[in-house]
């Protein structure tokens, strides 16, 4: 059974930073590239990282170049997403996504919320 758990999320006050993780099982975690996505109320899901199967390569969405990074371990089947400075309009429910060819999973996502 494929699974991806996000965590991680909480309330931060604006500067402040967050650590996603989202842990992975049922399939084979290495050979998947990994995103990131978030969506915020009342708007559509959008891209915010990916990651290449090694860890060799990173894109980012323009909104968080320079204040998120991703990464992953493929030992623990895992990839994180590290945030900081994090902004008002970051708030979002998180999501993490791993992409095979046609093979395309999801998790339930994580809340952020970045507020004072």
């Known amino acids: 059974q494929v699974q991806l758990v996000e965590s991680g999320g909480g309330l931060v006050q604006p500067g402040g930073s967050l650590r996603l993780s989202c842990t992975t099982s049922g399939f084979t975690f290495n050979i998947y590239t990994m995103s990131w996505y978030r969506q915020a109320p009342g708007k559509e899901r959008e891209f915010v990282a990916h990651?290449?199967?090694?860890?060799?390569?990173?894109i980012y969405a323009d909104s968080v170049k320079g204040r998120f990074t991703i990464s992953r371990d493929n030992a623990k089947n895992t990839v994180y997403l590290q945030m900081n400075s994090l902004k008002p309009e970051d708030t979002a429910v998180y999501y993490c996504?791993?992409?095979?060819?046609?093979?395309?999973?999801w998790g339930q996502g994580t809340q952020v919320i970045v507020s004072s």
């Open positions: 990651i290449t199967t090694s860890g060799g390569n990173t």
């Open positions: 996504n791993a992409v095979r060819g046609l093979s395309d999973f």
